[in-house]
């Protein structure tokens, strides 16, 4: 990897003499050796050099799944992941006479392996470059908001496209605001092959239930293998494939950890949002968060009433309901940690500190001064359509026939276009397989009776907004005006309902798919009741898209100042937001105390524990063979995987580890570097981390090693799994 | 009180060096002052022989409802006790406008005090004699079993009726398996009124959901008053009752307790068995519990699937399903403990010593030595019908109808009777209202469906008797044969069922009631189909009873004896089981390490723990005004009833305090004697301590007086009986 040393702020955290407080931090890995006196004072012993290498020790075992983490583990490419990271795979390869979702797989041999089927890939990073120059460099000031965005895509396209020409997948990142851009170029392995995973009755043991909770018991872990041509090149799933030889694998570590250990999780966090400013932050908690709530729940409602009606449309609706669960619950953890937390009121705090420490400076309040006050306004104005554009929005995304509309005119219109650099960024070339993809997958889970409640439900939103945010192509097709009596509102909204219903072939998959193939022209001819309402929306929503580009455009110009401000006022060492590139955080094996009133966690459950919560039904039911294994261990069969200081085998772990979505999977190392767990979950109170971290609560939880090799050993017989990684 | 000193194990425990470990008993006020080192050592500053004064402090204050306990805080003649002992009289008198039941109560004057209705008490214990002698005194021992049985039965039956002709309510109550006989007079007060009750979101804070769990956020107190006659004396409900003055009453301490402090409960906890054998132990282990579990879930399916056919059904079946589910709850709690806690494995070990030490001594052997074995014989007696004993038990508890017919022929045969100490106990004059109030009761939840339903469910138990034990009137009546295939057997309950229900009036008030009224043989000619069913099953009935009978009179020659060599291997100081007699139980408010694996409770919990489970629904909905106090106290409002090391106000706390049903409702004292707090529950996990009690596990839960204070006077303007309890 080519080590970047250009930007900034990098240089400001090599010199920083202030050591931010806690474990917070997902830390860039180049940044690391900066932390080297903190990682010290923790107990490290290493190199944190080691951590800059991208394609050395560790860092090169660490690979992405795209929405998880997994680590190679052997040097016959064997890769170690979540349960829940490898669902997808148990899904595919499941048939009526084995259900593998519920009693697990183990290929006993390399043969037995089973393809994931498209879709799954292993990304490995083999460079990390800084392009901050070409991205942002000599951008003309005097260009409008607009354009100066658009100028950015373009470059950044351009990027992308270079480095895509070497074979490889790429990726131009944005770092601390627009601060700093990085080209991560990544190795893609397209032939991906399931070896291990235990019975649900292990890797999703307490399912729902103990989901975001301590104390925990799951086994949540399942292991990947990936395959290249004979040539050892990337190459598409083939009989004659061969294991992909990494150069860099994990040692595991079969003594685990004890409370009070440095550990460290590599992986590729998502997405946080912890340099918004406190104005954006407080609009989350004020204005979306409850406003999500709120119209999530009752969405809910509908769909619960919906599903009682008809058990079939219960199935279809299945993953939309839990999808906007999901989200509910994220969201109802997010106002908890913000507002009864106090998480807003230390980010206000923080704030006033930032301004304070600008306005103290001549210097600094020529540079900084109107940071704080032009992002400001820039939210303000987009605050003043928020609610037309949030339903909009809303619209699409509740019906799968309008979003397919909607999808397939964007990907005609950006077709149309010659250059592929002058398409729209996610609809290039290289999108529309994902796109077309996605369009097929929406199948699945449609029901025309779904579209009509969930459309119909956000057209009364529609029907409700103020006189100067109205939808007025919507308003004019479904004859709605500003103030209208509810009841006739609600009449005209079902009248149009039922037309676009009775006018529409969308939801014929192959109607549905025909659309991709067509031009801009022939979309509009089918004269589907959909795509007529789809284009009635496109100004509006192009006009949405426009208004949102021109504000990036103005942000960019403030943005990167605000992010050097902070990384300036904290002398330096700050970790940049979460993107889904690779990253670096450390903490350590820790207790809380008070965790609930009255309660105090420990930081390690044991195999009691699993005794304890079977019931044998539903999400609490561990597998005979586990239950044998317990019963031969507590009548004296000899363990190496017992912890003394516990008495009993350790099941999870917790740590101050600061994750988020994505670092599913992540390996956590200690000290030396070796595995000692996976990551694969957080606690419920500390979800409104992902806005600003909790020094105090947060706590993430890990399945322990010895938990893993005790199960492979004694349950599953997954003996010759745990002599390749030795 | 007369002060017992006679029995011979009173004065084996107040010679006794050695003391027991841990906190378990439910002491004997009388055994209180043997107890005097151990209590001491806990940091126990006062006289112990203050416990043995009956009339004294504190005893004199601690009064029994019934079911639960109470305890006098004024000169008035107001009583303290939990919020599910108050529920009767708060739903006796709520109205359809006025729901007691969820908005609470507070008399803000003694003329708007609310009678709590027939059937609420409040019993004063006044004496307590030892009357061993009087009962098992020269028995000849010549006696077969029965009459033995009989004979012990009159002399109860003649020691009762001497006592209530003073005016009294008297009991003679069995202590040490009949090893000892005490006579305990009340003075029974009957005008009982409702003072105060906080709202449901208090008193019932997280309900079911929370119920027997720690962390706890519960206000579990309500408030009575006692009324007598204006001389002073014991009245029926009236107009111009007065309140009563009792000589006792507790002090309030507004301190409350930390953590490790000595406290005690006092009151009249219900019913254990720690001095059952381990043979009885291990049989509601292995058979009782198993089958209860079993057979009460199936009953609960089946009113579940009832209830889904009508609404109506499912508020008939209510009550019985709580019943059910309490129990069944409770037996899964007891197994749980018994045999996954290691308990019965303690019993076990615990009576392999008792053997072992019967053994090493050839006077012990002597005295001793038969009684293990013939215990032994005795259950072993007990077993060879069990099964049909249990369902003939099942079938008149299931229907109400066929239970009300037997009861009124019970109740008839006995009036027939001449001399009232000739009747069986349980079915003397004294008796007689009560168990025609229960029948009246019966109305409310009586459905033919639901009898059908469990006499069914019972009936096809019956068919399925081992041949050796069959109910041979039922097979006769419903033509059952020994080995029938189950369809044949299940059409031809059904066929009878049919017959049964369409040969009765006894759904109907009237009809029932009137049954009460008749002899024995006007009952018979009724002829009503479950009159016929009850008479044709009285002989077996009988029969059944007379074989307990018989067995209990073998056993009263063995279990004394048994009781007394427990009592000596365990150098005397043995507290007795609970039989509904006042007691007195020490023990320290304690957290608990590894309640759950990787959990620690904490001793308290705050009003911190209501603001984040309150949910503004269902069981968590604090009432506004709770929250708008906590809001004040977080504002910076000036509380004496905050813990300093806490920085909150406690709510409930954690105890090693060993208690039972009937406990409910008991002060928590101090070392000083004073009220600290309202006893309420225990923890599921320790439930099995009514056989064998956890000295490890065991803890118990009080609501904290700190919390009733501040309730009392920041939530809900209780000020004035505050001002009475001062």
Redesign the interface.
């Known amino acids: 990897m080519r080590t970047p040393n250009s930007s900034s702020f990098v240089a400001a955290a090599v010199l920083a003499a202030a050591v931010t407080a806690a474990d917070e931090g997902m830390w860039m890995p180049q940044q690391v050796p900066a932390l080297a006196d903190k990682l010290r004072a923790l107990g490290f012993a290493g190199d944190p050099q080691a951590f800059a290498d991208l394609t050395g020790q560790p860092m090169g075992a660490i690979v992405s799944l795209g929405n998880c983490t997994a680590s190679f583990v052997s040097p016959d490419g064997l890769l170690a992941t979540n349960h829940h990271c490898v669902v997808g795979s148990l899904q595919y390869n499941s048939t009526p006479e084995r259900n593998l979702l519920v009693d697990g797989f183990l290929a006993k041999t390399r043969a037995e392996e089973l393809w994931n089927g498209p879709g799954s890939k292993v990304w490995v990073t083999v460079s990390v470059e800084d392009v901050t120059d070409a991205i942002t460099g000599k951008l003309d000031p005097k260009l409008d908001d607009l354009r100066r965005q658009q100028l950015l895509e373009r470059r950044v396209k351009e990027r992308t496209a270079a480095c895509e020409a070497k074979g490889l997948r790429c990726r131009v990142a944005s770092f601390f605001e627009g601060l700093s851009y990085y080209e991560i170029a990544q190795l893609e392995l397209s032939d991906v092959r399931l070896v291990y995973a235990p019975a649900a009755g292990i890797g999703d043991f307490g399912g729902e239930t103990d989901n975001w909770r301590?104390?925990?018991?799951t086994g949540d872990w399942g292991f990947y293998r990936a395959y290249v041509g004979p040539d050892g090149k990337p190459a598409a799933h083939a009989k004659q494939n061969v294991p992909f030889k990494p150069q860099r694998w994990l040692k595991l570590q079969p003594a685990g950890v004890k409370e009070g250990d440095l550990v460290f999780v590599t992986g590729y966090p998502g997405t946080t949002r912890r340099l918004a400013t406190y104005g954006e932050v407080k609009d989350a908690a004020q204005w979306t968060f409850p406003r999500t709530i709120r119209t999530y729940q009752e969405q809910l409602d509908l769909l619960d009433a919906l599903g009682k009606q008809d058990p079939a449309l219960k199935i279809k609706a299945a993953s939309r309901v839990a999808g906007l669960n999901n989200t509910l619950t994220n969201r109802k953890g997010m106002l908890e940690g913000l507002v009864?937390g106090g998480l807003l009121a230390q980010k206000q705090a923080r704030e006033e500190r930032l301004a304070a420490w600008i306005a103290a400076d001549a210097a600094r309040q020529k540079e900084y001064g109107d940071v704080l006050p032009a992002l400001a306004a820039i939210e303000a104005e987009a605050h003043v359509t928020r609610e037309r554009d949030s339903v909009l929005a809303q619209l699409f995304g509740a019906s799968t026939l309008l979003g397919s509309a909607r999808s397939a005119r964007l990907v005609a219109l950006e077709r149309a276009k010659k250059l592929d650099v002058e398409r729209e960024l996610g609809y290039q070339e290289r999108d529309f397989p994902r796109i077309r993809e996605a369009l097929e997958r929406a199948q699945r889970a449609l029901d025309p009776r779904l579209d009509q409640a969930l459309l119909g439900y956000w057209m009364r939103h529609a029907a409700a907004l103020p006189a100067e945010q109205r939808i007025r192509e919507l308003d004019k097709l479904a004859g709605l005006t500003p103030g209208m009596a509810k009841a006739d509102s609600d009449a005209a909204v079902d009248a149009y309902l039922a037309r676009l219903m009775a006018g529409t072939k969308l939801a014929e998959q192959d109607a549905r798919m025909a659309l991709f193939d067509k031009t801009p022209a022939e979309i509009a001819a089918t004269r589907d009741s959909f795509v007529d309402l789809a284009l009635a929306l496109e100004p509006l929503d192009l006009q949405v898209r426009e208004a949102e580009k021109r504000r990036a455009g103005a942000a960019s110009r403030v943005r990167p100042r605000y992010a050097k401000a902070l990384l300036a006022e904290a002398g330096g060492l700050v970790a940049p937001d979460a993107n889904l590139t690779l990253r670096v955080t450390y903490g350590q094996v820790k207790a809380r105390a008070?965790a609930?009133?009255?309660?105090?966690?420990?930081a390690?459950?044991?195999l009691?524990?699993i005794?304890?919560k079977h019931t044998g039904e539903g999400e609490f039911d561990a597998p005979d063979a586990e239950l044998a294994a317990i019963q031969a261990l507590r009548a004296g069969k000899a363990s190496g995987y017992v912890a003394p200081e516990l008495g009993d085998v350790p099941v999870?772990f917790l740590t101050t580890l600061d994750i988020t979505g994505g670092n599913s999977g992540s390996p956590v190392l200690n000290g030396r570097g070796e595995f000692v767990g996976l990551i694969f979950d957080g606690t419920f109170d500390t979800v409104a981390s992902d806005y600003v971290f909790d020094a105090v609560r947060t706590r993430s939880i890990g399945a322990e090693v010895r938990y893993l090799l005790w199960t492979m050993t004694e349950v599953d017989g997954a003996h010759h799994l745990v002599e390749e990684m030795r």
Chains 1, 2 share one sequence.
């Open positions: 301590w104390p925990r018991h009864r008070n609930g009133d009255g309660v105090d966690w420990r390690f459950t044991t009691a524990g005794e304890s999870d």
